[in-house]
């Protein structure tokens, strides 16, 4: 079955550094647009970047410059790399993978574009 394991969240201060990590099974992972959401507490889930199966990727402008997605097919993994880290960035991180069909994020980043998620995984920053 389909199981996408994320890792690399931490605590971290403002202005740090934190890689997300996230293994995908079970389906041929390089077929499939993936993507990082984010859920802070009281908030709705909340698009941060997407890539498709050839590294065309998007990103929500909150962290446009800062933030880096990448993608290893060889090894079915997806990575987060996050920069110059805010407060604000403190969220619950979510690895997804984008149903057959969906624009591939080319019409934003939307939830309802993913048919799997991870179990997610803890990113706090304080200032």
């Known amino acids: 079955q389909v199981q996408l394991v994320e890792s690399g969240g931490g605590s971290v201060q403002t202005g740090g550094s934190l890689r997300l990590s996230c293994a995908a099974s079970g389906y041929i992972y390089g077929f499939y647009c993936m993507g990082w959401f984010r859920q802070a507490p009281g908030k709705e889930r909340e698009g941060v970047a997407g890539?498709?199966?050839?590294?065309?990727?998007y990103y929500a402008d909150s962290v446009k410059g800062r933030f880096t997605i990448s993608r290893d097919n060889a090894k079915n993994t997806l990575y987060l790399q996050m920069q110059s880290l805010k407060p604000e960035d403190t969220a619950m991180y979510y690895c997804?993978?984008?149903?057959?069909?969906?624009?591939?994020?080319?019409?934003?980043?939307?939830?309802?574009?993913?048919?799997?998620w991870g179990q997610g995984t803890q990113v706090t920053v304080s200032s």
């Open positions: 890539i498709s199966p050839g590294g065309t990727t």
């Open positions: 997804a993978r984008a149903r057959v069909g969906a624009s591939c994020w080319a019409d934003g980043l939307s939830r309802a574009d993913v048919d799997y």
